[in-house]
Nanobody, 124 residues
Framework: QVVLVESGGGLVQSGGSLRLSCAASGGTSTGLHMGWFRQRPGKDREFVSLISRLGRLHYEDFVKGRFIISRDNATAVHLQMNSLEPEDTAVYYC???????????????????WGQGTQVTVSS
């Protein structure tokens, strides 16, 4: 069973930056498409970004130009978050999926593995 562990959340002022990291281990933890979702207070979980196992990048519109996803290797992914706004306050979840990646990447139920989440709080 693959386990995802996030790190890097915290409290930051509006306009600041944070870098989230996620490491996959256990099971067959290579060959994964890895990404991030978030859940803001009182809202449904929403897609943020994905990097495919071949390095193709996907971003939700609300983070384009502010967040950058990258991966060190087959099992570690990062999310550099810049120009943070109070509206970015959320629990951020690392997620991973196997198989062929089609054009639809934002559906949470397509993901096979989830981290426990890390809190990001942006103060105004």
């Amino acid at each position: 069973q693959v386990v995802l562990v996030e790190s890097g959340g915290g409290l930051v002022q509006s306009g600041g930056s944070l870098r989230l990291s996620c490491a996959a281990s256990g099971g067959t933890s290579t060959g994964l498409h890895m990404g991030w979702f978030r859940q803001r207070p009182g809202k449904d979980r929403e897609f943020v970004s994905l990097i495919s196992r071949l390095g193709r990048l996907h971003y939700e519109d609300f983070v384009k130009g502010r967040f950058i996803i990258s991966r060190d290797n087959a099992t570690a992914v990062h999310l550099q978050m810049n120009s943070l706004e109070p509206e970015d306050t959320a629990v951020y979840y690392c997620a991973a999926r196997r198989g062929t990646l089609g054009p639809i990447v934002h559906r949470s139920w397509d993901y096979d593995y989830w981290g426990q989440g890390t809190q990001v709080t942006v103060s105004s």
